[in-house]
């Protein structure tokens, strides 16, 4: 409570001051502390865009198993269609909602290519989703080598962390398993009628 009632203070000074035609001075913290900030926020949307790509994949993975599990067909006279036109429907969908579609999101998550992958085995079917990323694009945290970077104590984390900001290319790959059914039937415990 005190903090904003100085900071409501220090504007209605400066206010007062506009209006009566004086001219403003820089604080020390706007001039000082204002760049630094930003340098914190920039770097922050940074790894928070790293965590919505991550979640948004999980979603997307789900999604694209899921459709495939309910849609494909066992019968080996579907499978020009699955690998067809339903793999592409749902690649579409999938890089609709990832946001390869939408310039801003595509920046923002340093999107640069994705594929999926079906692997039919007898049992389950293997749905994998990659997505490869460009430069994170910030360039003072790559002003200095990795090796300098991530010494001890630091291990492999580090090492890939600097690689997915400075030279970017880094493949996030989710695996989805799924059995083979060629339409939804339910689930029926033993016993249970």
């Not at 790509?53 to 494909?72: D, F, G």
């Not at 890089?95 to 640069?112: C, E, H």
């Not at 291990?155 to 493949?171: E, F, T």
Request: charged share 20%; aromatic share 10%.
């Amino acid at each position: 409570m005190t903090a904003l009632k100085t900071i409501r203070a220090r504007l209605g000074r400066c206010g007062g001051a506009l209006r009566a035609g004086r001219p403003g001075q820089a604080m020390t913290e706007v001039v000082l502390l204002f760049p630094i900030f930003l340098l914190i926020v920039f770097i922050t949307a940074k790894i928070f865009a790293l965590l919505v790509l991550v979640q948004k994949l999980e979603i997307a993975s789900y999604y694209a198993a899921r459709r495939w599990q309910l849609e494909s067909h066992l019968n080996a006279d579907h499978v020009g269609w699955d690998d067809g036109t339903l793999r592409k429907d749902i690649e579409k969908n999938v890089r609709g909602y990832i946001g390869f579609d939408t310039p801003a999101v595509s920046k923002f998550l340093n999107l640069k290519d994705m594929k999926i992958e079906v692997v039919r085995t007898q049992v389950w079917n293997v749905v994998t989703l990659t997505v490869v990323t460009s430069p994170a694009g910030v360039k003072l945290l790559c002003k200095y080598p990795k090796q300098a970077v991530c010494t001890y104590p630091y291990g492999a984390a580090c090492m890939n962390g600097h690689d997915y900001l400075c030279q970017g290319g880094k493949q996030l790959e989710v695996i989805k398993y799924v059995p083979n059914r060629d339409r939804p039937i339910q689930f029926v415990l033993p016993g249970l009628k």
